[in-house]
């Protein structure tokens, strides 16, 4: 997410800093949003976002639609060569056929 969506969704500026989630893959679908999935021997290079107040966080699940589209996971990041204990955002590519599939994709 970039820091106008965050700042759009929380109403607050949070720092960040170049991570390395290692062990998922970035899944960019044709319909719908991107989202990361367990892949052994892979990484997404993103950020971590730092400080994030509980209700920002409340901010965040309601629009990341938290429990269907996405569940929010503890990960371990590298920060600067060093491991960083924190949550991501993780999708289900169920959820997100279903819930971005268009009229044309319903046969018969």
Avoid: K, W
């Avoid at 989630?21 to 990484?43: D, N, S």
């Avoid at 965040?60 to 990960?75: A, S």
């Amino acid at each position: 997410m970039d820091d106008a969506r965050l700042e759009s969704v929380t109403g607050q500026r949070f720092a960040r800093r170049a991570a390395r989630l290692e062990g998922f893959e970035r899944v960019a679908p044709a319909r719908g949003y991107p989202y990361v999935v367990p892949r052994a021997g892979a990484h997404v290079d993103g950020h971590l976002i730092e400080n994030v107040d509980a209700a920002s966080l409340r901010r965040l699940d309601t629009y990341e639609d938290e429990g269907r589209l996405y569940l929010r996971r503890p990960v371990e990041v590298v920060v600067g060569g060093e491991r960083v204990a924190c949550e991501t955002y993780v999708g289900d590519a169920d959820q997100h056929q279903r819930r971005f599939r268009t009229m044309t994709d319903v046969t018969g």
